[in-house]
């Protein structure tokens, strides 16, 4: 079993910065795609940034050239580095790892394992 637990967020400002973490625990692989997804009530998760085994990353069109995926695979702990923050950013965001391939996107949210949750607000 895989537990993933999100820390990081909160809320700021339109143009501050946010480091998220997830931290794995559990049986983990360094070969596993993990990303970070973001939903906010009453609309479908999406995904935002997912890094690959490799290192390999792929940005959302709305967050690219402001948010960076990073991974220690050391520690067992996905990073997601948020800058210029804009209030369209507002959302839960959930961390996630090992695709399942059920959807050929990888940002797409089929995932096997989720963590709870870190809520992120940015006021204008």
């Known amino acids: 079993q895989v537990h993933l637990v999100e820390s990081g967020g909160g809320s700021v400002q339109s143009g501050d910065s946010l480091r998220l973490s997830c931290a794995a625990s559990?049986?983990?692989?360094?070969?596993?795609?993990m990303g970070w997804f973001r939903q906010d009530p009453g609309k479908e998760r999406e995904g935002v940034a997912v890094?690959?085994?490799?290192?390999?990353?792929r940005y959302a069109d709305s967050v690219k050239g402001r948010f960076t995926i990073s991974r220690d695979d050391a520690k067992n702990t996905l990073y997601l580095q948020m800058n210029s923050l804009k209030p369209d950013d507002t959302a839960m965001y959930y961390c996630?790892?090992?695709?399942?391939?059920?959807?050929?996107?990888?940002?797409?949210?089929?995932?096997?394992?989720w963590g709870q949750g870190t809520q992120v607000t940015v006021s204008s």
């Open positions: 996630a790892a090992v695709k399942t391939w059920s959807q050929p996107d990888v940002l797409a949210p089929d995932y096997k394992y």
């Open positions: 890094i690959a085994g490799a290192g390999g990353t």
């Open positions: 559990g049986y983990t692989s360094s070969s596993w795609y």
